[in-house]
């Protein structure tokens, strides 16, 4: 099932492409303009998402993927999105230790102290190696 | 003699303390990638693309280049172990590694493996000496045709190379080309699919597109894997050492697996995946003992694993003689050298000799390092194996993401990377391969480029463009491995409605 979503999705994302495709102009063989390669690659990826689909329909054969950990990948998915949300508003020391402390529970460390420790130091350690070593301008 | 002169000139560079640093600093991360399951080679260089900034150039590409050979020592070493492969090029060495482990012979198939590694690694690099540079002076003479005509046949080759399902990476292969088109056109200076965000116009970043996908998508995979623990053997020095028989059997293998791996290599895919398969096939073809395949014969893993070190090498070649990368690996390895601003390709050995003939040098040292380090120490790189993941997994995301904000200091790269990262996981999920994504996004400018510009040139003819000598023999490769995989298809397609097996 998982399998089919994703290739409807390819399809859906490939058809809006070669709708935004056509605002640009194709020129002929003599004088190919910038709309040349993305129609044909859209046309290209529309056919072969269609073809893929069809198959997957046609076919009985079950996929059999191996079991994920639903509920964590949702929580880590919000931790990303905390992330890239705060980043600029709290700045990166903070940011990086409560994200930090965040995954580290999430991916089942034992106790507070430790996970704790571990997002303390890492934060200010990934601080001095970006922000003084590399020179990185962080929020 | 001018080949010979220049490589001693390439040792005179890669044994300058920082670049020597630098090559044992990569083998040792490659051998680490290689052994710990759930974190490949790709997704490392990418994670490491920023901190190569403060580098010199040259001793970012060599360490690069070290973590790329590094990994196929070191994958070998769970598969014969634990039964789990590192990298997907040693799933062949589970075959027989893993029952001669159970054996008690762990410790010999991990020497033969190791030295078979260096001889068929050597045996590729020589051929890189020796290829590379005519190569790279026959590519001079290469234009727009030609150019479009090796990504084309890249791309073909690529969708059925990669393992998975043909339809599924042309896809995927189709999709990084449309995504190649996001950005200012080259040609026009018009802004395509940028919706009016200017950090569009600037086009995907290689580098954010292989840290989403490969290095958020991978955490993700591993974080929310669930696991059951493994017992790890316990491997000691005194083991290591292969019986005279174990020896005899092992000689020829290995050299028959580097000359295959190296002649996959130059084709584009995954050549150390299928370079392994073939040499594996090709073993129980020549072995006396071919029942014994799967029961823990020693043929089964002195061949696969020469054979993926071996191609590693050969892929080097299209990467720095023509500046095409036709592997995930090599794609990743192009934008390390674009991040240093250097070009790889037929100009490269003229305009930058040291780094060129440095970097070679550097993998002949890097291969003597890999010897030394997988043998005598590989009992501590085996007690890696139980790092807590749940630790290292959340350090590597900041990593990650911090790496990604400070490639263009740009927050709207930073979500990039989650939406990458997620869509990764996702890919991985369904069984689409993601890299024919990201060597159709490297392949795809090319392609355009290619294509337009030699439409101009030849008034607009295909024909003329498609039957200049070089072009024409290029894409007769590409037809004649299409006309196959066509066929393929089809007769897959019959023997499946007449429930036979072909």
Same mark, same amino acid.
């Not at chain 1, 994920?68 to 020391?93: A, D, P, R």
């Not at chain 1, 034992?110 to 962080?138: K, Q």
């Not at chain 2, 027989?96 to 590694?117: F, N, T």
């Not at chain 2, 890097?366 to 005598?376: A, E, M, R």
């Given at each position: 099932?998982?399998?089919?979503?994703?290739?409807?999705?390819?399809?859906?994302?490939?058809?809006?492409?070669? /709708?935004?495709?056509?605002?640009?102009?194709?020129?002929?063989?003599?004088?190919?303009?910038?709309? /040349?390669?993305?129609?044909?690659?859209?046309?290209?990826?529309?056919?072969?998402?269609?073809?893929?689909?069809?198959?997957?329909?046609?076919?009985?054969?079950?996929?059999?993927?191996?079991?994920?950990?639903?509920?964590?990948?949702?929580?880590?998915?919000?931790? !990303?999105?905390?992330?890239?949300?705060?980043?600029?508003?709290?700045?990166?020391?903070?940011?990086?230790?409560?994200?930090?402390?965040? !995954?580290?529970?999430?991916?089942?460390?034992?106790?507070?102290?430790?996970?704790?420790?571990?997002?303390?130091?890492?934060?200010?350690?990934?601080?001095?190696?970006?922000?003084?070593?590399?020179?990185?301008?962080?929020? | 003699?001018?080949?010979?002169?220049?490589?001693?000139?390439?040792?005179?560079?890669?044994? @300058?303390?920082?670049?020597?640093?630098?090559?044992?600093?990569?083998?040792?991360?490659?051998?680490?990638?290689?052994?710990? =399951?759930?974190?490949?080679?790709?997704?490392?260089?990418?994670?490491?693309?920023?901190?190569?900034?403060?580098?010199?150039?040259?001793? %970012?590409?060599?360490?690069?280049?070290?973590?790329?050979?590094?990994?196929? #020592?070191?994958?070998?070493?769970?598969?014969?172990?634990?039964?789990?492969?590192?990298?997907?090029?040693?799933?062949?060495?589970?075959?027989?590694?893993?029952?001669?482990?159970?054996?008690?012979?762990?410790?010999?198939?991990?020497?033969?493996?190791?030295?078979?590694?260096?001889?068929?690694?050597?045996?590729? @690099?020589?051929?890189?000496?020796?290829?590379?540079?005519?190569? %790279?002076?026959?590519?001079?003479?290469?234009?727009?045709?030609?150019?479009?005509?090796?990504?084309?046949?890249?791309?073909?080759?690529?969708?059925?190379?990669?393992?998975?399902?043909?339809?599924?990476?042309?896809?995927?292969?189709?999709?990084?080309?449309?995504?190649?088109?996001?950005?200012?056109?080259?040609?026009?200076?018009?802004?395509?699919?940028?919706?009016?965000?200017?950090?569009?116009?600037?086009?995907?970043?290689?580098?954010?597109?292989?840290?989403?996908?490969?290095?958020?998508?991978?955490?993700?995979?591993?974080?929310?894997?669930?696991?059951?623990?493994?017992?790890?053997?316990?491997?000691?020095?005194?083991?290591?050492?292969?019986?005279?028989?174990?020896?005899?059997?092992?000689?020829?293998?290995?050299?028959?697996?580097?000359?295959?791996?190296?002649?996959?290599?130059?084709?584009?895919?995954?050549?150390?995946?299928?370079?392994? #398969?073939?040499? #594996?096939?090709?073993? &129980?073809?020549?072995?006396?003992? =071919?029942?014994?395949?799967?029961?823990?014969?020693?043929?089964?893993?002195?061949?696969?694993? %020469?054979?993926?070190?071996?191609?590693?090498?050969?892929?080097?070649?299209?990467?720095?003689?023509?500046?095409?990368?036709?592997?995930?690996?090599?794609? @990743?390895?192009?934008?390390?050298?674009? @991040?240093?601003?250097?070009?790889?390709?037929?100009?490269?050995?003229?305009?930058?000799?040291?780094?060129?003939?440095?970097?070679?040098?550097?993998?002949?040292?890097?291969?003597?390092?890999?010897?030394?380090?997988?043998?005598?120490?590989?009992?501590?790189?085996?007690?890696?194996?139980?790092?807590?993941?749940?630790?290292?997994?959340?350090?590597?995301?900041?990593?990650?993401?911090?790496?990604?904000?400070?490639?263009?200091?740009?927050?709207?790269?930073?979500?990039?990377?989650?939406?990458?990262?997620?869509?990764?996981?996702?890919?991985?999920?369904?069984?689409?391969? =993601?890299? =024919?994504?990201?060597?159709?996004?490297?392949?795809?400018?090319?392609?355009?480029?290619?294509?337009?510009?030699?439409?101009?040139?030849?008034?607009?003819?295909?024909? %003329?463009?498609?039957?200049?000598?070089?072009?024409?023999?290029?894409?007769?490769?590409?037809?004649?491995?299409?006309?196959?995989?066509?066929?393929?298809?089809?007769? &897959?397609?019959?023997?499946?409605?007449?429930?036979?097996?072909?």
């Amino acid at each position: 099932m998982a399998e089919k979503i994703i290739t409807l999705f390819f399809l859906l994302g490939s058809s809006s492409y070669l /709708f935004f495709a056509q605002h640009f102009a194709f020129g002929t063989l003599n004088s190919p303009k910038s709309g /040349f390669l993305p129609i044909l690659s859209g046309i290209l990826t529309l056919l072969l998402s269609l073809i893929l689909l069809y198959k997957q329909l046609r076919s009985n054969k079950k996929v059999v993927l191996d079991k994920v950990h639903w509920t964590k990948f949702i929580f880590i998915i919000i931790g !990303l999105l905390f992330y890239v949300s705060f980043l600029n508003s709290i700045g990166y020391f903070a940011a990086t230790f409560i994200f930090l402390f965040y !995954l580290l529970k999430v991916a089942d460390a034992a106790g507070w102290l430790m996970p704790l420790l571990v997002s303390f130091s890492s934060s200010a350690i990934f601080y001095l190696i970006f922000a003084n070593c590399l020179s990185v301008t962080l929020p | 003699m001018d080949i010979f002169n220049m490589l001693l000139q390439g040792f005179w560079v890669s044994v @300058i303390p920082g670049n020597l640093l630098a090559c044992i600093i990569g083998v040792i991360i490659g051998t680490l990638v290689g052994i710990l =399951p759930g974190i490949d080679t790709v997704s490392t260089i990418a994670l490491l693309l920023p901190f190569s900034y403060g580098m010199d150039s040259t001793a %970012a590409l060599i360490m690069f280049a070290g973590i790329y050979y590094g990994s196929k #020592y070191g994958g070998s070493t769970t598969s014969i172990l634990i039964n789990v492969p590192g990298e997907a090029a040693s799933v062949v060495t589970c075959l027989d590694g893993y029952p001669m482990a159970q054996k008690g012979r762990a410790g010999a198939a991990l020497s033969v493996s190791a030295i078979g590694s260096f001889v068929a690694g050597t045996i590729g @690099i020589v051929g890189l000496t020796l290829l590379a540079p005519p190569l %790279a002076k026959a590519a001079l003479a290469f234009g727009p045709p030609e150019y479009f005509a090796i990504s084309l046949v890249g791309l073909i080759f690529l969708s059925k190379l990669t393992g998975t399902s043909t339809l599924k990476s042309a896809l995927m292969a189709a999709i990084g080309v449309m995504l190649s088109t996001v950005g200012l056109d080259s040609m026009s200076g018009i802004s395509r699919f940028s919706f009016g965000i200017d950090e569009l116009d600037r086009g995907f970043d290689l580098s954010i597109l292989a840290m989403g996908i490969f290095g958020i998508g991978e955490i993700l995979s591993t974080m929310t894997q669930i696991n059951t623990a493994t017992d790890i053997p316990l491997v000691k020095f005194k083991d290591l050492y292969p019986t005279r028989e174990e020896w005899r059997r092992s000689i020829a293998p290995m050299f028959r697996g580097g000359v295959v791996g190296f002649l996959v290599g130059l084709l584009p895919g995954p050549a150390a995946t299928i370079s392994s #398969y073939l040499s #594996y096939a090709l073993e &129980k073809k020549c072995s006396k003992n =071919p029942d014994e395949f799967g029961y823990g014969a020693i043929e089964g893993v002195a061949g696969p694993e %020469a054979a993926n070190n071996s191609a590693i090498s050969a892929t080097m070649i299209p990467l720095l003689s023509l500046g095409l990368p036709f592997c995930g690996a090599t794609a @990743i390895l192009l934008s390390g050298f674009m @991040i240093h601003g250097i070009t790889p390709g037929p100009a490269l050995i003229t305009e930058q000799p040291a780094l060129f003939w440095g970097l070679i040098a550097s993998m002949y040292i890097g291969n003597v390092l890999l010897l030394i380090i997988n043998l005598p120490l590989i009992g501590i790189f085996v007690q890696l194996l139980k790092t807590p993941l749940h630790i290292l997994m959340p350090m590597v995301t900041v990593l990650t993401l911090t790496g990604a904000y400070s490639i263009n200091n740009s927050m709207f790269d930073l979500i990039w990377v989650v939406i990458f990262g997620i869509l990764g996981f996702l890919l991985r999920r369904t069984g689409f391969e =993601p890299s =024919p994504l990201l060597i159709g996004l490297v392949l795809g400018s090319g392609l355009e480029r290619g294509l337009t510009q030699g439409l101009i040139i030849c008034n607009g003819s295909i024909w %003329a463009m498609i039957t200049r000598p070089i072009s024409a023999t290029i894409l007769s490769l590409g037809v004649i491995a299409l006309f196959y995989n066509v066929v393929r298809w089809f007769t &897959k397609i019959n023997c499946a409605e007449k429930k036979v097996n072909c």
